[in-house]
């Protein structure tokens, strides 16, 4: 068994929708999949993104095991919760992630936002991450100001001694600007790490040929 953890550099840069190409392209070789987005916050009735991901993967899990805590407001998953009067468990967290893992051949595990987002008081998710033994996908959209976010994204990683697998720039609009052709090489140059760049899809089940999943997963 395997299992990544899903981090972006920002919010809204094509996360969910990597995560759920990776889950397909996975699938599609053959791998059983289990899947958890561990908080998801701005969640107004159904966690939308959790529920992408369970379908993505075809996971039979129940909901709760998939996205233990849903938040109403749109923020850092400690601020929602303080506002909510929730106890996120880190540690409850954590355990659930291992017995995930050995319920499929590879376990994604999407976060929210950024690896230095707060979970928990100051537990971040880098240390998460580092806590329940999960390497990285790093996930950036493919536009001006990725570089910098990118190697930002790798030096933190770097740092709390996290392993990453590699870094997906998402083209989210048809219509790329002016850096997207050249920011592979450069994040790739100014990180050292492998990196792919997908073009603009409509849906991640067709993104899914464009993820280079040997060295992802």
Not at 6 to 26: E, I, M, N, Q, R
Not at 80 to 90: K, P, Y
Not at 109 to 129: I, N, Y
Request: charged share 20%.
């Amino acid at each position: 068994m395997s299992a990544l953890f899903v981090t972006g550099t920002d919010t809204g840069v094509g996360k969910t929708f990597v995560a759920c190409a990776l889950a397909h392209a996975l699938r599609s070789r053959g791998r059983r999949v289990s899947v958890m987005k561990p908080v998801e916050t701005g969640v107004d009735g159904v966690p939308e993104d959790a529920l992408r991901l369970r379908a993505a993967a075809g996971d039979p899990a129940p909901l709760d095991d998939v996205c233990p805590y849903r938040l109403r407001a749109p923020l850092a998953p400690a601020v929602a919760a303080r506002f909510e009067g929730v106890m996120l468990d880190v540690a409850r967290l954590v355990a659930l992630v291992g017995r995930r893992a050995a319920e499929a051949d590879v376990l994604l595990v999407e976060g929210a936002g950024g690896l230095l987002v707060p979970v928990a008081g100051r537990v971040t998710w880098a240390d998460f991450a580092a806590r329940a033994g999960l390497p990285l996908l790093v996930v950036a959209a493919n536009r001006l100001g990725t570089v910098n976010h990118c190697a930002l994204t790798a030096r933190v990683a770097a740092a709390a001694g996290l392993a990453v697998r590699g870094i997906v720039l998402s083209q989210a609009s048809a219509e790329p600007d002016a850096s997207a052709a050249t920011n592979p090489d450069t994040v790739r140059d100014l990180t050292g790490l492998p990196v792919a760049a997908i073009p603009h899809y409509a849906t991640p089940d067709a993104a899914a040929s464009a993820l280079p999943v040997d060295f992802l997963a």
